[in-house]
């Protein structure tokens, strides 16, 4: 039998789907978004004539309805580095049960493509955004500034008025790793790093910091190049032939670390013998590589986690005392140092 047609569309519509199912328009929308407060039962039912009757949400309409989708943005510079995917995993887990959409935007570690990200973005009206550090074009500010949309900021931390933040300090994980170098009797050190977006900047100014407070140098090299195991090498590479008697290097991921470890090993230098080295993020493959990997644990699962909890906080209207949540970080000290 032919499926009577809905409005001017001829597609099914909600209220469709709420009359076949015997459950009102607002119990069919909320089964279909996951919300767990809808009795199991009635989700079944409402799911079951969804796909009878080949339904598919509009919205759009959504949004028009209630001036406001349903959808929270999360803006992030990479989707091949497990870090934010981590982070991304977590986010979702806590948004999704609850009934809303997370929509991804990866901007490439490139700012004006971020500002077009969220100009795209707020033209459908999210209801939240989830924010990967500070750094952004003022067009972008003044967009979110004007939309009024409720941020948190991820992977920083900032003591501003109405800004709301979760992550870790840059500039102490930094100078941590190079009072632990200096610990182990290292002084000529260097930082090495690549990509150069604002936290591994922030992240060697703690280290050279820490090491002038120290009475000690730093060297460093840095590339803007993307990050890579293979770039780590050559950078390894790089650094010995410019400065032969360094004696320990704080990599600016762990990434770079490893590439500098096979480096090592090809060229016949006892890591941590030699040279002891540093990462940062703390990998998986950090724990296995020869040797294992000393290197910064960052709580990127915790990131997502508290940043989608303090969203949801914010679009309850709830009060917010702690608008900065300082997770903190890890050295974990393994062979490599």
Do not use: W
Not at 48 to 61: F, I
Not at 257 to 284: M, T
Not at 291 to 312: F, K, Y
């Amino acid at each position: 039998m032919r499926k009577e047609a809905s409005r001017t569309t001829g597609r099914p519509t909600l209220a469709e789907v709420a009359r076949l199912a015997g459950v009102s328009q607002i119990t069919a929308s909320r089964a279909l978004r996951d919300v767990p407060t809808v009795d199991p039962v009635l989700v079944s039912k409402v799911r079951e004539a969804s796909k009878a009757l080949g339904y598919v949400p509009n919205p759009a309409a959504r949004t028009l309805a209630s001036a406001r989708s349903q959808s929270v943005v999360v803006l992030v510079p990479a989707l091949s580095n497990q870090l934010f995917i981590e982070t991304l995993e977590a986010i979702h887990s806590v948004l999704r049960p609850r009934g809303y959409d997370v929509l991804i935007g990866n901007f490439h570690y490139s700012r004006h493509e971020e500002e077009e990200l969220i100009r795209n973005y707020l033209a459908i009206q999210p209801c939240g955004i989830l924010l990967t550090g500070f750094d952004r074009t003022d067009a972008s500010l003044r967009m979110l500034e004007a939309n009024r949309i409720p941020c948190v900021h991820m992977m920083e931390l900032t003591k501003a008025e109405d800004v709301f933040s979760v992550g870790f300090s840059q500039e102490s994980a930094g100078a941590m790793v190079a009072r632990h170098l200096l610990a182990r009797g290292k002084r000529r050190l260097a930082y090495v790093a690549a990509q150069l977006d604002a936290r591994v900047v922030r992240r060697g100014e703690g280290f050279r910091r820490a090491l002038a407070e120290a009475g000690v140098n730093a060297l460093g090299l840095a590339v803007p190049d993307p990050s890579s195991v293979g770039l780590g090498g050559e950078l390894f590479d790089r650094l010995l032939r410019q400065h032969p008697d360094v004696d320990g290097i704080f990599f600016c991921n762990d990434d770079l670390a490893h590439g500098a470890i096979f480096e090592a090993q090809r060229q016949g230098i006892s890591v941590p013998g030699r040279i002891a080295f540093v990462g940062f993020n703390d990998l998986p493959m950090s724990a296995h590589i020869v040797p294992r990997l000393t290197s910064v644990r960052t709580p990127r699962e915790d990131v997502g986690r508290h940043a989608a909890h303090l969203m949801l906080a914010l679009l309850a209207g709830a009060e917010v005392r702690d608008r900065t949540i300082d997770l903190g970080f890890e050295l974990v000290v393994r062979e490599s140092s």
